[in-house]
């Protein structure tokens, strides 16, 4: 029940990302994630909240098994996830939710993420470095989002005066 307790207080969590196609040293990487904090603040939209809930409602026999791994009852029981096993996951609840399968995929976390992480501000080699892309393909991954467009066309107008001495009547 303490050790319950101290987990589900935590404040951090460090998580490690094995070596995927997209390491570009071939020694995975940590990452670091810290609690979401003030009123606004949802658990359900907080790694650390999440991960600790996780953690404290699962059996471990072994220090070292996945994190995320297949229930008891289920044909791979311990096996950790693998991204295509995600990758399923996503499509099957994007279809209940009426969304084509075809339109989802982990790469759609990816994009959401960057996009994301750039409207919170950060700067383009933060984002790069955090996604781990090792060229300035990252920027394809980055979308607008709808508050973003809200008005650009009429600032454009304003900013030109180009247009203005155009549409002025003679």
């Not at 071939?26 to 600790?52: I, M, N, Q």
């Not at 996780?54 to 072994?62: A, R, Y």
Request: some cysteine; hydrophobic content about 40%.
């Amino acid at each position: 029940a303490e050790n319950k307790a101290r987990v589900l207080a935590a404040e951090e969590v460090e998580l490690y990302l094995g070596v995927t196609k997209t390491d570009q040293g071939g020694r995975g990487s940590y990452r670091s994630h810290f609690k979401l904090t003030g009123e606004a603040a949802d658990w359900r939209f907080c790694v650390v909240s999440v991960l600790a809930r996780l953690v404290t409602s699962m059996p471990f026999e072994d220090a070292g098994e996945p994190l995320f791994r297949w229930a008891p009852h289920s044909t791979k029981t311990g096996e950790g996830m693998r991204r295509t096993d995600v990758d399923q996951m996503l499509k099957a609840a994007a279809v209940s939710c009426g969304i084509p399968a075809a339109d989802v995929s982990t790469c759609s976390c990816r994009r959401g993420g960057a996009t994301a992480l750039h409207q919170a501000g950060a700067s383009f080699e933060s984002l790069r470095i955090f996604g781990r892309w090792a060229s300035d393909v990252a920027r394809i991954y980055i979308q607008d989002t709808h508050a973003q467009m809200r008005g650009v066309a009429q600032q454009m107008v304003d900013s030109v005066d180009v247009f203005r001495a155009r549409v002025a009547p003679h």
